[in-house]
T-cell receptor, first 116, second 109 residues
Framework: DADVTQTPRNRITKTGKRIMLECSQT?????MYWYRQDPGLGLRLIYY???????NKGEISDGYSVSRQAQAKFSLSLESAIPNQTALYFC???????????????FGSGTRLTVV | SQQGEEDPQALSIQEGENATMNCSYK?????LQWYRQNSGRGLVHLIL?????REKHSGRLRVTLDTSKKSSSLLITASRAADTASYFC?????????????FGTGTRL
């Protein structure tokens, strides 16, 4: 199994629908992140969590919410999806005590979301 | 806003040639990292260089860091078809203990 698993891999949803993207990890990392990737814009941070009780907004959190259900699980929700939220979404994890440590972030394979 | 900016945006070379891509950033850092992304897939961590290091090697990869110029370069020697991917630099904003990586827009090789 992959270290960081994202579900679903692909999703098409209609405008106005609520949708949840899920992320689970087996790395034992405390820190988890949600990024979105748009062509030409690189990756932008949506939300991050440094432990189960810690949730923080990133640079583009409007229209999104998250839930850290356990150390291993971090879900991203779009409360009312809109077409400009069509993007590739990535979950990532990292070690805590030394920040990104020696190994950087571990990324999931991504969820390709299309809002029509 | 993006902390890192890669240059060039796209690079086309022949197998066996060296590929060099550059990254510039704006604020102080504790470390800078390079990642590879195969088409539409998740990013894979390649190498991390700390702010007190000037050069680092890993296999066919060579990374340099110039903190005075706020820039880094990634050199891939003797490139292969399998190196075809997008490459991103990422910086941590220099806030030790509260690091969140900020990614550039990438170089497509």
């Amino acid at each position: 199994d992959a270290d960081v698993t994202q579900t679903p891999r692909n999703r098409i949803t209609k405008t106005g629908k609520r949708i949840m993207l899920e992320c689970s990890q087996t790395k034992g990392h405390d820190r988890m992140y949600w990024y979105r990737q748009d062509p030409g814009l690189g990756l932008r941070l949506i939300y991050y969590s440094f432990d189960v009780k810690d949730i923080n907004k990133g640079e583009i959190s409007d229209g999104y919410s998250v839930s850290r259900q356990a150390q291993a699980k971090f879900s991203l929700s779009l409360e009312s999806a809109i077409p400009n939220q069509t993007a590739l979404y990535f979950c990532a994890t990292s070690e805590a005590a030394t920040g990104v440590g020696r190994y950087g972030y571990t990324f999931g394979s991504g969820t390709r979301l299309t809002v029509v | 806003s993006q902390q890192g900016e890669e240059d060039p945006q796209a690079l086309s070379i022949q197998e066996g040639e060296n590929a060099t891509m550059n990254c510039s950033y704006k604020t102080s850092i504790n470390n800078l990292q390079w990642y590879r992304q195969n088409s539409g897939r998740g990013l894979v961590h390649l190498i991390l260089i700390r702010s007190n290091e000037r050069e680092k090697h890993s296999g066919r990869l060579r990374v340099t860091l110039d903190t005075s110029k706020k820039s880094s370069s990634l050199l891939i020697t003797a490139s292969r078809a399998a190196d075809t991917a997008s490459y991103f630099c990422a910086t941590d904003g220099g806030n030790f203990g509260n690091e969140k990586l900020t990614f550039g827009t990438g170089t497509r090789l």
